[in-house]
Each structure stands twice: as C-alpha cells, then as structure tokens.
C-alpha cells in the first residue's frame, strides 16, 4: 500500500515563524487542497527581539505575491543598507557590514587584495569608502539597487526594519485569506502512535483535538512538540556564543530613521538600535556570568535615544540549535529549531530557510527517514555557517578592558573557524560556500573592521603599478562618490514609497545577500 499524501497540517505556534511558514504553505500547497491550522494563544507573548532582516526576506515576499510597498506600511517598517558595528575590534573603532561589493575585481584578482595592496603602497581610505552600500548608508541615503551590472549602483542590495508583531499580524491576514483557520489556546497534551511515535494529534485547552498528518513546532525556546515530546535534542553552543540573556525596550525616535542597524558592544554584551517609522527598538544582549540585569537594564535606559515607550521585556536562552530539526513527522522552525543571537540579523533567515527546505523536500505522511536525513542535513550546515562568522565577531577582537571581552578573546573556536581565519591570516584568502551564509564580501569586512590584516598580500597585486592602482582606486572611489551624492534622503524615499496607494515598483529580489544569484 503506498503513502497517503499528507492532509492536514497543524502548525503550533503564531509569531513570526508560525506565520510565515502557515502563509508560505497555504500559498505553495493551494493545488495540494491540504488543509492548514494554526495554534496560538493571545496569553503567550512573543519574543520580539529580532526586527532587523536580511535581504531574503524581500524574496520571500515577492513570491508570496506581497506588494513591498504595502508591507512596508503595514509593518511601519524602514530600509536596511547593513549593520554598523562599533568597538567591537577595539573600543572607539567602528565599521559597516553592508549588503553589497565592495569595488570590483581586476584581472581576476579580487578588490579586497588590490585594496591592501594600495594600502601598502600609503592609501589611507578605508575599504568601506569603495562600498555603495557603506557611503549610503552613512549617508543616509536610498535608493533601489540598478538592474544593469554595469553600473556601480548594482553593487548593492537592501533589506528591511520591521515590527516583528505587524509582521506576524500581516501574515496572519494572508494566510487566513488562502484558508488557513487560527485556533485560540494553549496546546496542553500531545497523542503519538504508540509504534511508530509519531504524532497523531494535539489537544487543546478547550478539550479541542486537532489531528494532523505533519506538525510544525513554532512554539519558540519550549520546543513544545520536538523536545518536550520526541525528545530531539540540543547542541549547546554557548561556550563559543556566550550571551544567554537580552532585555528589549522600545523608545520614541530621537531622528529620522537612518537606513542601517546599530550593532554597539558593551562591557558584557552588545546594544542594538533598530530604527522603525514609528519607533526605535533597543534592546542588549548580554552573558549572565559577567553582569546582572539591573546593570545592563541601567546602561541601556541610559543609552536610548528618546524616552522609553514600553516596560523592558527580558529574555532568557541557551545559543544553539536542535539535534533534529525534523524528527519523526514534526519538523520545527524558528526559535523551536534553534537560536543564534540576532548580531547579524538571521533569525527570520533560519525561519525561511527551513521553510524552503520544507517545501522543496514535501513529503507524503510516511515523512521518510531519506526525505528528514537531508532536511537536518542541510538547515545543520546553515546553522554551522552562521556560527563560525557570528563567532568570529567575538574571537576577532584587541578588547581586554573587561573580563567578558578577555574570555572572547582567549576562547578556543571550533576548528572549521580557525582555519578559515589562518588563510586569512596568511594572504587574505576567504573560504567560499556553495551553500550557506556570508559570502566573501561579509568576511572580509569582519577581518578588516575589526583590525585581522593578513600577513602577506596575493602575489599578483606585486606585478600592478602603484601609480596605476592610485589612479584606479581614486577613479572608484569618485565615482561611488558621486553616485551616493545623486541619491535622494533615505527618509524621502519612505515617505515617497510608502504613501498610500503607491504601488512597488522596484527591482526584482533574489535569494542572496548581495542582491543577486552566485
């Protein structure tokens, strides 16, 4: 007898992650007619730490049909150039991660050697000055990426600020519209096949049961289905990522917002400053065996741009993920699969990575074992990609001045990141995926920010002339100048896009960092 397709799916779960894998369902699976159901309790607040993203989530919208345009009112939400990152490599310095290239190559050598090479030749501009993407931002300027590659303004890409909540809510909506129906309550006991183990249906506090063919844990840190029932368990990466606490506060906004994050690290942690239309959210992240919360909730209050709007929302977790991210016929997504602290804005990324593996590997009701090893086996490599480069924010720093930055510092780093960080070390070699976070550009911006320069430079850049290369670097440099001096202001192109009735008109998105395929 062959395996019924899957049915009826139950997602366990609202927020962010319950509702960007209910609306992406609901949208992919419409000709499947399965039926989808979401449990969430209004009783159950969400965490709402993270509401900076990435630019794949301007991918995943557009192939939810969703009007950028629309979205950014609804969510009140502002456009991310990058994350500025300040004393982080020292105290004092301070440096931009952008979406986007930086230069370009020049006989196939790549810009970042031709950089520091001129840089051995006396050059004082730092590789930033080479970026759309960084003079944009400090600029706080705006504009939608150029479809021709020619042309130094397609060097770059773009992301979002967003209300994490109207995000969830805005989803909600949708999905509601493809069908999907929302049950009120707390799921309070779950029924497995006693052979097989899978499980075969949740009750709720109302007696409600709800069966299921394939369940979905978005039920955050509890891990409500995965870990209280099948037990997948976790990998604890807390000796390499140490922070397992965050405060977040809301405030009024003190300015226009400004088209980058503010990634600032303090004596125990780091600050974030995420700008909103309507609002700024603050929050730290700190590590419990350095400080306590009445200090940092004091060093954050004090280190808001404006008055505080809500009461301090405290949060408590462990960094890593799960052993088993689909285990039996239950498959969890979001903080329920894992969570690396939000420093470059990944959260919502895992969410919609593991929900494109989910759909690409749809299985029938059998949920095989072939069809559950892959899926692990490749949301386990995105989570091992974002924690070799989140890792080397920590390890890759001068900073002695207090005892948690001391233990960064001196900590051992698992191997896969200290062979990475030699080859750059060495000549500037940068490790490069096929699949996975952080491409080239992303490391070297961390390596140099943060003050790694290699020991030798790519031997070809010896046979370039210095005078030449003067002359080219100052050609581009000029020339990104210029191109970031036409853009208009950053908070005249919200006010421009996001009026009402406006539809989007910019350019297509793609699944990638920098704004197109590799």
């Known amino acids: 007898m062959s395996p019924k397709p899957i049915a009826k799916i139950v997602i366990a779960g609202g927020g962010t992650a319950g509702w960007m894998t209910a609306a992406a369902l609901a949208h992919f699976c419409k000709p499947l007619a399965i039926k989808i159901c979401l449990v969430e309790s209004d009783e159950i607040g969400t965490v709402g730490v993270g509401e900076a993203t990435l630019p794949h989530l301007r991918f995943f919208n557009q192939t939810l049909g969703i009007d950028e345009n629309d979205f950014m009112r609804k969510t009140r939400a502002t456009y991310k150039l990058g994350i500025e990152f300040s004393n982080w490599g020292a105290k004092g310095d301070s440096y931009i991660h952008p979406f986007g290239d930086f230069g370009f190559p020049l006989d196939e050598i790549d810009f970042h050697q031709l950089w520091l090479k001129h840089r051995q030749d006396g050059n004082k501009r730092p590789i930033g000055d080479y970026s759309v993407g960084v003079m944009a931002a400090e ?10 590659v020619n042309s130094v303004l397609s060097t770059f890409s773009y992301a979002f600020h967003l209300d994490a909540g ?6 909600r909506s949708y999905s509601e519209n493809y069908g999907v129906t929302r049950f009120e309550g707390k ?4 029924l497995q096949h006693p052979d097989s183990g899978f499980i075969e249906s949740v009750t709720l506090q109302s007696g409600e049961v709800l069966e299921g063919d394939l369940f979905i844990d978005c039920s955050g840190f509890r891990g409500l289905l995965i870990e209280q029932t099948l037990a997948a368990g976790y990998e604890d990466w807390s000796h390499w990522l140490p922070c397992n606490r965050a405060v977040a506060v809301p405030c009024v906004s003190a300015e226009a917002p400004i088209p980058y994050t503010k990634a600032i690290a303090r004596d125990a942690g780091w600050q974030w400053r995420i700008p909103l239309q309507h609002r700024t959210g603050n929050g730290q992240v700190y590590c419990s065996d350095f400080t306590n919360d009445d200090a940092v909730l004091n060093n954050l209050l004090q280190n808001l741009d404006g008055e505080p709007i809500a009461d301090p929302n405290f949060l408590r977790f462990t960094t890593g993920k799960r052993k088993q991210s689909w285990s039996h016929n239950c498959v969890a997504i979001g903080l329920a699969g894992g969570f690396l602290e939000p420093l470059e804005s990944t959260s919502i990324y895992l969410i919609q990575i593991a929900i494109t593996k989910l759909i690409e590997l749809f299985p029938d009701s059998q949920c095989s074992a072939v069809e559950r090893k892959e899926f692990n086996r490749c949301i386990d490599l995105e989570y ?3 924690k070799d480069f989140l890792i080397l924010h920590y390890k890759s720093t001068t900073r002695d001045d207090t005892a948690f930055w001391n233990y960064c510092r001196t900590m051992s780093i698992p191997d896969s990141l200290s062979s990475k960080m030699e080859l750059w070390r060495e000549q500037g070699h940068v490790v490069e995926y096929r699949d996975g976070l952080f491409l080239k550009p992303s490391w070297v911006v961390v390596y140099l920010g943060q003050g790694i320069f290699p020991k030798h430079v790519d031997p070809r850049t010896k046979h370039l002339s210095a005078d030449l290369l003067k002359q080219q670097m100052a050609s581009l440099q000029g020339l990104v100048g210029r ?3 036409s853009l208009p202001e950053h908070a005249q192109e919200i006010a421009n896009n996001c009026a009402a009735g406006i539809d989007y008109s910019g350019p297509l998105a793609t699944m990638s960092l920098y704004g197109r395929f590799r």
């Open 483 to 485: 191109a970031v001096g």
């Open 384 to 386: 091992e990609r974002v």
């Open 139 to 148: 600029g706080k300027k705006f504009t939608y990426p150029h479809s021709d």
């Open 187 to 190: 799921v309070t006991s779950v």
């Open 166 to 171: 109207l995000y969830a809510a805005y989803l």
